[in-house]
């Protein structure tokens, strides 16, 4: 297992792309729809060191390797006249079975100032589960790889992890440890 994250070249000047977002629409709901489950969209463009000027797409994905979100699910409550977003992942738990995790949403459109929406929950917290293994980082990260000749812009880094179960034992060591007792127990 091994796990990556994006990292810059340090010491070359190199040209900024960057997305620039437009504004979400409301909640469109199917037609003959008046509450649940729809979607609400944007635009977005590239521009190169803050020009207003719109540019390839292409220039922004070489150096971000992924594009901003143009369509999310959203909700319009059946109840009250609310549109909010889909509640969001929850947060990553500090270690298993400790601890809390947190998931958000936010009104959108006209509710953010609707008096009908101000009680509406924006935040659940619940505990974090216990989780029979986890992973750990079992190397330092490597250095900074680009696809690039000049070694100009961002790139990805990576380390190897580790799956470990409640009692700290490597999965690799755990399962190591059942096969020879087995193979014990099978002569």
């Known amino acids: ?35 649940g489950h729809g979607l609400r969209t944007r635009d977005f463009w590239c521009t190169k060191d803050d020009s207003p000027v719109h540019i390839e797409l292409k220039h922004c994905l070489q150096y971000q390797n992924i594009t901003p979100s143009s369509v999310e699910r959203c909700h319009v409550d059946c109840q009250t006249p609310c549109q ?16 809390l995790r947190t998931r958000t949403r936010d009104l959108i459109g006209g509710s953010i100032s609707h008096p009908a929406c101000k009680g509406v929950r924006q935040v659940e917290t619940t505990q974090c589960p216990c989780s029979e293994y986890f992973l750990e980082p079992t190397s330092e990260w490597s250095f900074c790889l680009t696809n690039e000749t000049d070694g ?15 009692d700290n034992l490597s999965l690799i060591h755990h399962y190591a440890v059942v096969a020879l007792a087995s193979k014990k127990n099978l002569v």
Request: hydrophobic content about 30%; aromatic content about 14%; some cysteine.
């Open 1 to 35: 297992m091994f796990e990556e994250e994006t990292c810059q070249i340090p010491n070359n000047v190199c040209p900024k792309y960057f997305w620039v977002l437009g504004v979400w629409s409301h909640c469109q709901l199917a037609e003959s729809v008046t509450c």
């Open 152 to 166: 100009c812009g961002a790139g990805t880094r990576y380390r190897s992890l580790g799956c470990y179960n409640m």
């Open 84 to 99: 909010m977003t889909e509640w969001s992942h929850w947060s990553s738990c500090p270690q298993p079975c400790s601890g």
